[in-house]
Every structure is written in C-alpha cells, then in structure tokens.
C-alpha cells in the first residue's frame, strides 16, 4: 500500500551540540515523501523523501544563512538532500530499525534510524486512513563532507560532529488511482 507524508503533521528536526555543552535544534520546513508498506512481509517496504535543503531553520537567521552557504550544505549548488531506505531490520512492525542512504552534498552514506510505529487510525474529515511513525538516529556530519568548524581557546569545537536526527511523520495512504499512475510513471521512466 502506498502513503505520502502529510508535511502539515510532520517534522524532519535536527540537533547538535555548540561549544561542546548547549543543545542547538533545528528543523527542514519543505520535504516530500513516499512510503510503500508491504503488510504481508514488512521487510519488503520501502521509504523514500527529498529534503528541500534551503528550507532549514534554527530559529536565527544568521546561522540559518550560514548553513545554507558553501561552508555547509551548499545550497545553490545542491538544493536537496534525499533518502532511500535499502532494507528494514526486526520482526516488529511496531520496532523496528530502518537502513537507508542518505545523500548530501553529492555524497551517499547508509545511516540507520530507530522507528517507532506511534499510532494507526481513520482521519475525521477526510475518512482516509492514517499511520504515524517517529524515528530516530545519529549521524557524523563529517562524512558528508560538513567540514566547518572553529577551535575553542578551552579546547574543543564550536559546532558537534554528531548530529541527532528526530523524525514524526504522519503518513496518509495514496489514493488507489494516484498510486497505480505513480507506478505507471516510474515504470515507464525506468
């Protein structure tokens, strides 16, 4: 079955540590994704999103600015950021764990989230049916090349390696027509 990721309940948030002990979050306002859930044997589902990258907010415009320019995501250059889960590890389909590549900046990377299945139910002005999940995961931004940083005079970085990834997404299933043309587009383009 095939579900789009509701933006208007879902959340793509990020954190990282300044100056090795205060907590910055963050957050991606502009993404878009696809989730095929195979009921029958979960394993063979799949998750796809793209991440507008010059979406991103920390509450600071300064910083906001900074990170969308060369000395990290490079937006004019590269606009997006995707991921494409490549398997799903457990037999709980309420817990499981989800692998996938990451792409930035041109580089790929398999990353690993912690799901959680958050909830199931009939939406009350659509009818339609509706799955919530969150996820969660670490990743080194050094492997994307997210290089920048300034030493500390104590020792240290301004700005954490690791990088906390929380995710909430409501999902919404994909009309039946919407998705068979969905099929018909891939399959032709492939």
């Excluded at 990170?67 to 606009?79: A, I, M, T």
Aim: no cysteine; net charge negative.
């Amino acid at each position: 079955m095939s579900w789009i990721v509701d933006k208007s309940h879902s959340s793509i948030g990020f954190s990282a540590k300044h100056m090795m002990f205060t907590t910055v979050r963050g957050s991606f306002t502009n993404f878009d994704g696809t989730v095929n859930i195979d009921e029958q044997n979960p394993q063979n589902s799949s998750v796809e999103v793209t991440v507008q990258l010059d979406s991103i907010t920390t509450n600071d415009d300064k910083r906001d600015g900074h990170l969308r320019s060369p000395d990290f995501f490079h937006v004019e250059q590269h606009p997006t950021m995707t991921f494409k889960s490549t398997s799903i590890e457990g037999s709980d389909s309420n817990h499981f764990k989800l692998h996938g590549d990451l792409t930035i900046k041109g580089e790929t990377h398999p990353i690993v989230l912690n799901v959680t299945k958050e909830g199931a139910g009939k939406h009350p002005f659509t009818g339609g049916q509706v799955l919530a999940y969150s996820a969660e995961g670490t990743i080194n931004r050094k492997d994307w090349g997210l290089n920048w940083n300034v030493a500390l005079e104590a020792g240290g970085w301004l700005v954490s390696d690791q990088i906390k990834l929380t995710i909430e997404a409501e999902l919404v299933e994909q009309p039946a027509a919407v998705a068979a043309e969905a099929e018909t587009t891939a399959s032709v383009t492939a």
